[in-house]
């Protein structure tokens, strides 16, 4: 995306937290596209027949960004940040939904062998990688947030690093160590440790 698609993202941001409306109109079909794409590459690692569909989990994505229209939108990247907590909020809420409805179902250990393709199939690793990412928050909170821009918004080393302002080697190297981290963390749980 160019600098000046960017800005202009930004402007339609800060415009539509100013109120207007239109800036919604116009900046939907601009960011929709990537929204999408995003939001596929998520829902493709989800098992086959989940109830929750690419254009269900942007529909929810949109309804939970109208109500957060009083954001101070910093850039084009704080609100693909924004979008991927918020989808990561949404298919924990589905997973936890799934779950409650099944009455449990233990947790299952994710492979967090090969980037971005991070998730299994079950709503448990869902809620795993969620659990573990919380855990190691409170540790780094960045090589938190690598996982979850990469593992919930689905985006590049690149992105990533662009979101966060820091290099794409340190991106990279923070995603290998969360990676071994959450393994481990994850495999622990799944003993019984």
């Known amino acids: 995306m160019s600098e000046v698609a960017g800005n202009e993202i930004t402007e339609l941001l800060q ?27 998520c829902m493709r690692k989800e098992r086959d027949g989940h109830t929750l569909q690419t ?10 960004l109208s109500d957060l229209k009083r954001v ?7 609100f693909f940040a924004l979008c991927a907590r918020q989808m990561r909020r949404i298919l924990t809420d589905e997973a936890r939904l799934r779950q409650t409805e099944k009455r449990g179902g233990g947790a299952y250990v994710v492979s967090l062998d090969e980037a971005p393709e991070v998730a299994s199939s079950s709503h448990a690793d869902v809620l795993a990688v969620d659990d573990a990412l919380k855990a190691l928050a409170l540790i780094d909170d960045r090589k938190s947030r690598v996982v979850e821009l990469r593992f919930f918004g689905g985006l590049s080393v690149e992105e990533t690093a662009e979101i966060l302002n820091v290099s794409p080697d340190t991106v ?3 995603w290998r160590l969360a990676k071994a981290w959450l393994l481990r963390e994850m495999s622990g749980k799944a003993d019984g440790s």
């Open 172 to 174: 990279a190297r923070d």
């Open 55 to 64: 254009t269900a989990l942007i529909n929810e994505l949109y309804l939970r």
């Open 15 to 41: 415009a539509w937290r100013g109120g207007d409306e239109r800036a919604l109109d116009k900046l939907t079909p601009r960011v929709y596209g990537e929204l999408h794409q995003a939001a596929r590459r």
């Open 72 to 78: 101070d939108w910093q850039s084009r990247a704080h």
